[in-house]
Every structure is written in structure tokens, then in C-alpha cells.
């Protein structure tokens, strides 16, 4: 069986995060431990799709620097295709994220103005467009700034398109292009922002805005909560198992979009993708690694403990 390849577009970058190892104090010195990798939304969803039966290759911008020269040897180690733009005269993008002593995010920079100036340029070069029209499909992040969103939808009419909402500053660049995703992947704060819910609301009514705006198919995440996916027919939760240890909550929903996106162009129906993408975003939360150890084994016995769908009734207009 062929696999199919899938076009990652946006983020792929030095991935900072320092964890606590005290309580956290607004001003203060706290104790802690940093440790540095390689993410980005798009690179980190399409190693889980490629370690689950796809092949990849990778679009982003770098510098020309030493943290630049690591996000390639990353990108190389993986098997994935190349073909990011170098600027020799720029800094690599890069995240940084301070943790508490569970996991969780307190507080994070982006530095990434790179993509900021260059991703809508780059995306109108004509081996941009060779390389979507032979792709399967093609997977985007919000890094990509809106203008760039619109050249790559319109470049990938006839392709999948899925995409990642990155944060909420970020995830209104998609607003655009609801209509042309095949699936996009959210937190509950991005979905607000998206649909531009008052106060955020509750789920239903964040599934019903954009199913108004006209998008087809997303996955709601909300925390250690229920996981929420929908299309035009149906609403179904699945309720994460907790993690057997929390080591790093970052990068959780991109291994959730990485092996979702992976069972949609595999053919499994909606209820079957999400309870394999939840697997996988539990898988990254025990963790400290920037995409989990998705092998045969540990996702079989993870997706055993991930309960079935359970379809949601339509809430009334």
C-alpha cells in the first residue's frame, strides 16, 4: 500500500521550555530545569502522521544560524522531505514556554517574525506549487500569516487541507479559509477567537458559529475535558483516559492533528480518527519530548484505553 504524503506548511523551530521544579511567583527567580528540541505545530503534527503511516515533506522559513542548522538535521533524521527557504541574514523563529511544576503552560514567547515577513512570498514560487499538486494532502499552521493561508488554500482547491490554529492571536488568520479546510484542530480559546463567540460560550454553541461560517469538520480540545469533533451530521466527544504521568502538556493537539489526519486520508470514519488522535495527544503529555513515542505498541495499548465516541445532540438555534 502506497502512503500518502502529506505537505506540512508553517511552523518548524527551536522548541524552548523551562519547567519548575517550585510553585510559581510573579517576579520572582524560581528554580527549574530548560530543555530545547525542535517543534513547531506543523513539523510536530506531521512526524506523528509520518510515525503512523504517511511520508512528508516539510515548508517553512529558517535562518541562516546555528539553531537554523538544527530544525534541518531534525528535519533530516525524521526522513522528511526539505524544502524550507534559508535567509542567511535572519534568525531562526523560535518558542519559548515556562511550565509549572505539573506541565502546564504559565506563560510563553513566540519569536517569529520570519514567518511574519516571508511565508506569502515564498508561497507564491512555482515550486511551491508543484510540490501541493503532488502531494495527498496538505497540513497548515496559523504561523502562516493570513495572506499566505489564502495563496496555500487556493493552491490546494482540489487537495485535503488541514489546519492548526496554533493560539488565539493566531487562529483568527483562518477565518478566511473555513470553508476550504477538510479538518481543523483547536483549543477551546482559539475556537472562540475563530467564531467570535462572546465570552467563549459553551462548546455546542462554539460547533455551531462555525459550522455558520462554513466550516465542515473540527476538533475542539478543552483541557484534561472531553475532545470534541464535529462535521455537518453529528457532534461526538471522546473523554480522554488521564495520563499515567504529565510531563509536558505542549504539544499535545499536534499530535492529536497528526494522527487524525493521518486516519481521515486512511479512510477511517470521524469517530475512529479522534479516538486515535486523543491516543496520541495523551501519549504527548507523558512525555517531555517534543512528538510521542507513537510505535505499534505503546499506541495500541493507549488507544485501548481511550473510550468510544459518544454523538452529542444538535443544540437548538
Known amino acids: 500500500m502506497t502512503l500518502p504524503k502529506i505537505l506540512a506548511v508553517g511552523g518548524a523551530h527551536i ?10 511567583i510573579p517576579g520572582a527567580s524560581i528554580p527549574g530545569t530548560m530543555r ?23 515548508l517553512s522559513l529558517r535562518g541562516g544560524d546555528g539553531a537554523g542548522e538544527t530544525v534541518a538535521r531534525a528535519i533530516a533524521d525524521v526522513r522528511i522531505d526539505d524544502l524550507s527557504a534559508v535567509f542567511l541574514d535572519r534568525s531562526t523563529p523560535s518558542y519559548t514556554a515556562l511550565l509549572d511544576s505539573a506541565g502546564d503552560v504559565v506563560a510563553a514567547l513566540a519569536d517569529m517574525q520570519l514567518y511574519e515577513i516571508a511565508f506569502a512570498k515564498q508561497l507564491r514560487r512555482a515550486k511551491v506549487r508543484a510540490e501541493v499538486a503532488e502531494a495527498d494532502a496538505v497540513l497548515c499552521d496559523a504561523n502562516v500569516p493570513a495572506a ?9 482547491a482540489s487537495k485535503p487541507l488541514f489546519a492548526i490554529a496554533i493560539s488565539p492571536a493566531k487562529a483568527v488568520r483562518l477565518a478566511g479559509i473555513l470553508p476550504a479546510l477538510t479538518c481543523l484542530y483547536m483549543n477551546s480559546r482559539e475556537a472562540a477567537a475563530i467564531s467570535d463567540v462572546e465570552g467563549g460560550g459553551p462548546i455546542a454553541d462554539l460547533v455551531e458559529a462555525l459550522r455558520r461560517l462554513g466550516l465542515g469538520r473540527g476538533v475542539i480540545t478543552h483541557g484534561d475535558r472531553p475532545v470534541t469533533a464535529f462535521d ?4 461526538i466527544v471522546v473523554t480522554p483516559p488521564p495520563p499515567r504521568r504529565v510531563a509536558d502538556v505542549t504539544g499535545a493537539g499536534d499530535a492529536l492533528a497528526g494522527a487524525m489526519t493521518v486516519a481521515i486520508l486512511h479512510g477511517r470514519p470521524m469517530d475512529v480518527a479522534l479516538r486515535e488522535g486523543v491516543a496520541a495527544a495523551v501519549l504527548a503529555i507523558e512525555t517531555p519530548d517534543a512528538v510521542p513515542d507513537l510505535s505499534q505498541p505503546a499506541f495500541r495499548d493507549m488507544l485501548a484505553l481511550v473510550p468510544e465516541a459518544v454523538e452529542m445532540p444538535r443544540s437548538k438555534p
Open 15 to 24: 522548541d524552548r521550555r523551562g519547567q519548575m521544579t517550585s510553585p510559581f
Open 36 to 58: 530545547e528540541d525542535v517543534g513547531g505545530g506543523a513539523f510536530n503534527a506531521l512526524r506523528s502522521s509520518v510515525r503512523l503511516g504517511a511520508r512528508g515533506a516539510m
Open 148 to 156: 499566505g493561508l489564502e495563496k496555500l488554500a487556493s493552491l490546494a
Open 232 to 235: 455537518a451530521s453529528q457532534t
